[in-house]
């Protein structure tokens, strides 16, 4: 098989063992890579009702057939699990040396069970599988982690790790890597920490097997090339994501105060230009040439690295208007390992609670030194921190006393950084994710803003189709950044072309959604057997801030969304998808996307239609 290894590294931690496996290759065929294999792997192998934190899930690391190639955008992989935070599928995409040395290493995948005894550092060289006393790294932040390892073994080695979030058990714990990138919003670090494993190091030093290594290194070529032409290269280089701050200041969909409104009046002092005044440098991920980190010096001196996602939700989102302050706020999630998308959802959530009077403590909006008490408070689980732990549904259900009126999640998973009081599309964007309320799958806000912001139409639902096709199949099973298409509209033929010269076969793009809408179905399936009865159609609706409480300020003042609009748009996307009145996939539209073993499964826990 050329494109894939056609190897999955299995590793039990209970026993210290690690077994090189080969793999079907329709599964790499089905599948494709990242996102579908560890669709594929959790569904296959967990019992329904695993516990997330017991040594029994999975913890997998997925690359794709791109991987470790050396093309433009393609150093990242696929980090997923049975989440702690929704009880059901999980994953996050991270940038990272570790995704090329994976590879490099022979395998597509490593999933990883069991618990071991005492903490431990995996080591993965080619063939060799090694488990190190990490007793003396256990305590250490992400940054010293990688620091520690990077000083034992080679300048090339990939590490990804876990900082006290992920050790403490944190809900929204994240994985880490190279000071900056983050990834498993789900609770991912969290699954590590429970598995007692600090970091995975990754050295390969195999060739990837590609069918035409001459067109491969010609087409990665040109692709670095094609890049540098985009008219907005330029300017991304600049500002990266932060220049969407101004975009939703201007379109009301900045995240302010706990996604009460859309406007902040702060927004000129943490947008993009602000940015630029204090920006020392940029840094990404591997194998790219349009890097998209920009590195500042924050309040407390440190470099850290700032998106627009980080920076509006511990920024506006929590009243706080002081770029460095943000800037060391986003430092410290980082070296914690805390989501900081969930994160800033957390604290907004506490500090609206408190300024209603609905808990005895007192947190305050925007107060840098108090927020930052309270991250720590978090990752160590000390005092109230400790509820906001376990995320903001379960401590709106803890706190009781409505409070989960302005609980802003889906399923469990924090809302990311778009308000949607007008924006429905968006909001069932948000509803129907993979993984619960995150923009990866289908960002449409900015072609919702421009097609009319009021409409509940058709058109928009198939936009949403589409773009979850795109983004949420192609681009996380393949697995490849989506911004050089995204933000620069690097053509999307590159990517048949590249999967050619890897695989040497044709995948045209109805073959790519087709394993794409496979991939969101067994996810889909994956969830409802997780939730079996329990499982409603509510689970696909956004906040109920959204319905009742209007905006007050700003250009969309007075908008909302409208419940019944809403609930008609959320029954034709599930028309449209083949799934039934409760939003599970009827048994015909499993049959034709090759699943009739998932609808048999699953016809053991509800009732499936025809
Ligand atoms: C992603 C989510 C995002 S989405 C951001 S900023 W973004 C936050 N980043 C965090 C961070 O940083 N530190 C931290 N402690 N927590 C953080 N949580 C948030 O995590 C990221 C980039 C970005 S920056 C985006 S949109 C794109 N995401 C991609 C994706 O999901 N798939 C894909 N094929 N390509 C993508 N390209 C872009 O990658 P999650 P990264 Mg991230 C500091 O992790 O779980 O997927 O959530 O991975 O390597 O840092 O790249 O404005
Ligand atoms: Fe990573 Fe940004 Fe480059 Fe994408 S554009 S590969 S997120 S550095």
């Keep these: 098989m050329f494109g894939w290894t056609g190897i999955f590294l299995q590793v039990d931690l209970n026993k210290n063992k690690a077994v090189a496996e080969s793999y079907d290759a329709n599964v790499a065929l089905n599948f494709i890579g990242g996102r579908g294999f560890a669709a594929k792997i959790l569904w296959d192998s967990l019992k ?96 010293e982690t990688e620091a520690q390892l990077k000083s034992i073994y080679e300048r090339t080695a990939g590490i990804v790790s876990i900082g006290p979030a992920g050790e403490n058990l944190v809900k929204f714990a994240t994985v880490v890597s190279q000071e900056g990138r983050a990834g498993g919003r789900p609770g991912m670090g969290a699954v590590m920490g429970s598995k007692n494993l600090k970091a995975v190091v990754f050295e390969g030093s195999n060739d990837l097997p590609a069918a035409y290594p001459k067109e491969m290194k010609e087409l990665s070529a040109a692709g670095y090339r094609e890049i ?28 302010t105060f706990n996604f009460r409104e859309g406007v902040f009046d702060k927004a000129d002092k943490i947008g993009g230009y602000a940015m630029e005044k204090i920006k020392v440098s940029t840094r990404g991920c591997p194998q790219c040439n349009m890097t998209c980190g920009n590195v500042v010096k924050d309040s407390d001196r440190k470099l850290a690295e700032l998106d627009y996602e980080n920076i509006v939700m511990l920024g506006s989102n929590i009243g706080l208007g002081n770029l460095k302050q943000i800037a060391a706020l986003n430092r410290i999630a980082d070296e914690l390992g805390l989501d900081a998308i969930s994160l800033g959802n957390v604290m907004a959530f506490a500090m609206e609670t408190s300024e209603k009077r609905r808990i005895p403590e007192k947190i305050h909006w925007g107060k840098f030194k108090e927020t930052k008490a309270l991250i720590n408070d978090i990752a160590y689980r000390r005092g109230f921190g400790d509820v906001l732990a376990e995320g903001v549904q379960a401590a709106a259900a803890k706190i009781g006393h409505g409070t989960s009126e302005w609980a802003m999640h889906v399923k469990g998973l924090e809302i990311t950084a778009y308000d949607c009081h007008a924006a429905p599309a968006m909001a069932l964007s948000y509803a129907t994710s993979s993984i619960g309320a995150h923009h990866k799958d289908a960002w449409l806000i900015s072609w919702e803003v421009q097609v009319g912001r009021n409409s509940y139409s058709e058109a928009k639902i198939d936009k949403l189709i589409e773009l979850q096709r795109l983004r949420g199949g192609i681009f996380e099973s393949l697995v490849s950044c989506r911004f050089p298409h995204v933000e620069l509209g690097f053509e999307l033929e590159w990517y048949t072309k590249y999967l050619h010269a890897a695989t040497g076969r044709e995948m045209p793009f109805n073959t790519l959604n087709y394993a794409a809408d496979k991939t969101l179905n067994l996810i889909r399936a994956f969830w409802i057997r997780e939730y079996g009865n329990n499982w409603t159609k509510n689970m696909d609706v956004p906040p109920v801030r959204w319905f009742k409480e209007p905006l007050t300020e700003g250009p969309m003042k007075g908008a909302k969304l409208d419940s019944v609009k809403f609930d008609v748009m959320l029954n034709k996307y599930y028309k449209k998808r083949g799934w039934d009145e409760r939003g599970i996939p009827t048994k015909t539209t499993l049959k034709k996307l090759g699943l009739s073993d998932v609808a048999k499964e699953l016809g053991k826990c509800v009732n499936l239609s025809e």
Excluded: C
């Design 48 to 143: 329904p009702g695993t516990d997330p934190l017991s040594p029994e899930n999975k913890l997998i690391f997925a690359a794709g057939p791109l991987t470790g190639f050396g093309l433009p955008n393609s150093g990242k992989f696929v980090v997923a699990a049975k989440s702690p935070l929704t009880g059901s599928y999980g994953d996050g995409n991270i940038g990272t040396s570790a995704a090329v040395q994976m590879r490099k290493a022979g395998y597509d995948a490593v999933i990883i069970e069991g618990k071991a005894k005492s903490p431990v550092v995996l080591h993965v060289k080619n063939d060799v599988a090694e488990f190190i006393d990490a007793k003396d790294f256990w305590g250490l932040n992400s940054f």
């Design 228 to 255: 540098l032409t985009k008219p907005n290269y330029a300017f991304w280089k600049q500002q990266g994501t932060m220049s969407t701050v101004e975009w939703s200041q201007e379109n009301s969909t900045l995240p």
